[in-house]
């Protein structure tokens, strides 16, 4: 799990913000509406999304990924070791990452508040689910809100009160998004794809990290 030193040092010498000289040549989109919908102990926020109602009546939206990229430059040490590693491996209780957590965590995980560099993918979709236009940029942006699967839910479908009036700002946003997740959702059918409600399991543990049971986690609107 550990790194060797020269990658850790390299890790290290990456700034934990995002450099205004970073930002030259980049789409600033710290001034649109997005949110990061995960689990409840996800760390590593790799994608965000927004959406807007363009005046054609169009939904746009944007999926926006951090840009891992920027920082892990082409056969550098952080890059070997990501190679080598193929991917983050996810265990009950931890995450051995592919990459130190001072970039997998940090400056290239998207966390709410904090500018970081993305690129980005607009996309422009009709009513019948079909994109009719889009557009991908390197861009910057900043998450208004870190979101969780069972908060959505709760939100869009048992309508909490609480919940609605603490991400006021988003609700709309999220309302639109089930909209438009209907309509991509009745296009894969119609195409004939096969829907597997299968649902995911989670070992809980106690405080010294022992099995102590199982549960069922079904499938919400908010996946």
């Given at each position: 799990?550990?790194?060797?030193?020269?990658?850790?040092?390299?890790?290290?010498?990456?700034?934990?913000?995002?450099?205004?000289?970073?930002?030259?040549?980049?789409?600033?989109?710290?001034?649109?509406?997005m949110v990061t919908i995960d689990g409840d102990d996800s760390k590593d926020l790799d994608d965000a999304v927004s959406l807007q109602r363009l005046e054609n009546g169009l939904y746009q939206l944007g999926v926006h990924i951090a840009d891992v990229g920027h920082y892990v430059q082409e056969d550098g040490v952080l890059d070997k070791e990501a190679l080598a590693r193929a991917t983050s491996?996810?265990?009950?209780?931890?995450?051995?990452?592919?990459?130190?957590?001072?970039?997998?965590?940090?400056?290239?995980?998207?966390?709410?508040?904090?500018?970081?560099l993305s690129m980005t993918c607009f996309m422009n979709i009709d009513q019948k689910g079909v994109v009719v236009a889009h557009e991908i940029?390197?861009?910057v942006i900043c998450v208004n809100h870190r979101m969780t699967y069972k908060n959505v839910a709760k939100i869009l479908v048992e309508k909490d009160e609480a919940l609605r009036s603490r991400y006021s700002d988003v609700v709309p946003m999220l309302e639109e998004m089930a909209e438009l997740k209907e309509i991509l959702e009745r296009k894969r059918m119609r195409r004939g794809a096969i829907e597997f409600d299968v649902p995911e399991s989670k070992v809980l543990l106690d405080e010294q990290g022992k099995p102590m049971r199982i549960e069922w986690r079904q499938t919400t609107l908010a996946d």
């Open positions: 799990q550990s790194f060797p030193e020269k990658v850790m040092e390299a890790a290290e010498a990456i700034a934990e913000t995002v450099q205004p000289e970073e930002m030259v040549g980049r789409r600033d989109l710290r001034d649109l509406l491996i996810y265990l009950v209780d931890r995450v051995i990452p592919m990459l130190p957590k001072r970039l997998s965590n940090g400056i290239c995980s998207l966390n709410e508040g904090q500018d970081r940029c390197e861009s």
